[in-house]
């Protein structure tokens, strides 16, 4: 942690001595695009994500977060935004966040159980969430306030939880038609590294298996793997559902994903209250476009998928209850190992 702070620390300065010489930070190549705001800037951000698809809902968030901020700070503050140019892999972009070389970054929680945060492993409980208004009431409310708190006072202020973003609902898609936990015995299926996650697909009988991302669609193709699991965009915008171990999707409707836009707390601390506001008011106008993004391709991902021939086998078709009955023993199971109950608690009231 020690080493981490002083990653963070220097990144500050770094970025503080382009605020102060009025530079930018260096542009990538591709779809990275530069602020407007020219000699008059007093500030560039970099906000990144690992997402390299244009269309991808992260690229049009990061987009408005450059057109408001640009525009509320009358160029004050420019904003270069990076789409998968800054690195493919969410390990890369948290490590350039705390070194200053990106201001803002999109990512999974996953990675801080990995530095004394088990704590945000429960955003990766399955069926936590209902639905994406569920989700909504939870994360825009006192649950949200509470992990954003956690976070903050476990990473000694390095990582600031400035609002959560949306991956959609995961879903199952493999070699077979699915339907009920028993159907996935003996299968494959390429997981998420939480353990919590793995946990659940091993009572459902399968075997998670880990694949990188940029790596799973030949792994379905050749037979790699026989299973996966994401959201209708995602895997459709990298083509999975054309490959034979990919053609048949189940809507699970697992896990309602959080990712988190973060920044370093310290960084954050040290601008001006004019230059936060500004911030906030570009954070908050972003996240409600890249929700919106979110929940608009679901239908139209879902629409494509359906189109180039794959197999859909709708919510209403799959047995919930037999997959929810899996999932609450291990929720149950996670929070009082991690003195979470009450924050649970609060989830399962807000869906009733």
């Known amino acids: 942690m020690r080493r981490r702070l002083a990653l963070v620390l220097a990144g500050i300065m770094t970025v503080a001595t382009l605020?102060?010489?009025g530079g930018t930070a260096p542009a990538g190549s591709g779809?990275?695009?530069?602020?407007?705001?020219?000699?008059?800037?007093?500030?560039?951000?970099?906000?990144?994500?690992?997402?390299?698809?244009l269309d991808n809902p992260y690229s049009y968030g990061m987009d408005k977060f450059k057109e408001v901020l640009e525009e509320v700070s009358g160029g004050k503050i420019s904003v270069t935004v990076?789409?998968?140019?800054?690195?493919?892999?969410?390990?890369e972009l948290i490590e350039k966040l705390e070194m200053g070389a990106a201001s803002m970054v999109v990512a999974s929680p996953g990675f801080m159980t990995s530095i004394g945060v088990p704590e945000v492993?429960?955003?990766?409980?399955?069926?936590?969430?209902?639905?994406?208004?569920?989700?909504?009431?939870?994360?825009d409310g006192e649950f949200g306030d509470k992990m954003k708190e956690i976070v903050t006072q476990k990473t000694g202020n390095n990582f600031r939880i400035m609002s959560y973003w949306s991956s959609s609902v995961r879903d199952y898609y493999g070699k077979k038609e699915v339907k009920t936990p028993d159907d996935l015995k003996g299968m494959t299926i390429r997981t998420q590294s939480s353990l919590v996650q793995q946990d659940f697909w091993k009572a459902c009988g399968a075997?998670?298996?880990?694949?990188?991302?940029?790596?799973?669609?030949?792994?379905?193709?050749?037979?790699v793997v026989d299973s996966a699991e994401n959201d209708y965009t995602s895997f459709m915008l990298k083509e999975h559902h054309k490959t034979d171990n990919g053609k048949y999707i189940t809507e699970t409707h697992h896990d309602y994903t959080t990712r988190l836009l973060l920044m370093s707390g310290h960084f954050y601390d040290g601008l001006t209250d004019e230059q936060k506001a500004w911030i906030n008011e570009a954070v908050d106008a972003c996240t409600k476009e890249e929700r919106e993004v979110v929940y608009r391709m679901f239908k139209e991902s879902k629409e494509k998928v359906l189109a180039d021939g794959a197999t859909v086998i709708n919510f209403e078709d799959v047995d919930i209850d037999g997959f929810k009955a899996l999932a609450l023993p291990i929720q149950d199971k996670f929070a009082a190992d991690n003195n979470m109950t009450a924050e649970l608690d609060l989830i399962r009231a807000a869906a009733k």
């Open 19 to 21: 605020a102060g010489c």
């Open 31 to 53: 779809t990275a695009s530069g602020g407007d705001g020219g000699a008059k800037a007093e500030l560039n951000l970099i906000i990144a994500s690992n997402q390299t698809s």
């Open 82 to 91: 990076h789409k998968g140019t800054l690195g493919e892999n969410e390990s």
């Open 121 to 139: 492993d429960i955003f990766s409980l399955n069926y936590l969430f209902d639905s994406f208004d569920h989700w909504e009431k939870c994360l």
């Open 207 to 223: 075997i998670p298996t880990s694949v990188a991302w940029g790596e799973l669609y030949q792994a379905l193709q050749q037979g």
